[in-house]
């Protein structure tokens, strides 16, 4: 089911499926700034990751002696939502643990997903509460796709990131979906602009651990429209893009792929929160569109 929401100055559309976020479109400049989903090339939108993000080495994680299994980002984004609409400009989903969700992830749990317009910004609130009587263990993280290039007329290498507190950037390399241990450098101008161009995303995402900025805003020097990324307390980031496809990701989470030398054991995972019985959990992230 499509649930949408609009003010004045946005519309946004939500599916059901995973909760996920399909449509975000300006009403002044008619411009989408959300991917369109051509499965060609990856036919998602804004994908939440939970209760893991990227990939478990072997797709096999440990908890309590016992060997589970879950693929790349977790089980979430392909599940069903239950949508609870508030008000005109805002929806949440909730996702529970079930019998299927217990079979390979033995926790007790509540995951909301609230999509609120805020005038010319779309925020997405993530809520995790421990529903159980043991401690949980999750990872979260976003993953939306925005549309490159904005204006059909120019060119994917017409557009640029720029990051507000970054002056160079430290991509940890991905193999085989797990996070080695070197890093890259990756340089950016004197004004914190990391161009755009398809082969950047050739070998897999550029994966951060150790970014400063806590907003990225996709320009053009030859257009005034584009969008501004907010985030807070996201301790890692990606960014990612298909091959030769006209998007960009914009990835903040609070989790991480396996690294090569991880011994699987769920408790030590990189990234992993612990939250306790009872306890809620919240993080969100904003894109403000002009």
Known sequence: MIISLEN???SASFSTKGGELQRLKSKQSSLEYLWNGDSKFWG???PILFPIVGGLKEDTYFFEEKAYQLPRHGFARDREFEAHKIGENEVLFLLKDDAESLKVYPFNFQLGLRYQLLENTLRCSYEVLNSGDKDLWFSIGGHPAFSVPLNSSLNYDDYYLEFNKDQ????????????????????????GQLPLNHPLFYHDALVFK??????????????????DFHFEAFPFFGIWAAKDADFVCLEP????????HHDQDLTKKEGMTKLAPGNEWFRHWEVTCF
Do not use: Y
């Open 8 to 10: 004045a100055q946005i």
């Open 44 to 46: 998602k939108f804004s």
């Open 168 to 191: 160079q950037l430290n991509a940890h390399q991905v193999s085989n979906n797990l996070i080695e241990e070197e890093t890259e450098s990756i340089p950016l101008t004197s004004e």
């Open 210 to 227: 150790d970014l400063k900025s806590n907003k990225i805003s996709l320009k053009s020097d030859k257009d005034p429209h584009g969008l």
């Open 253 to 260: 989470w609070c989790g991480i792929a396996d690294g090569v």
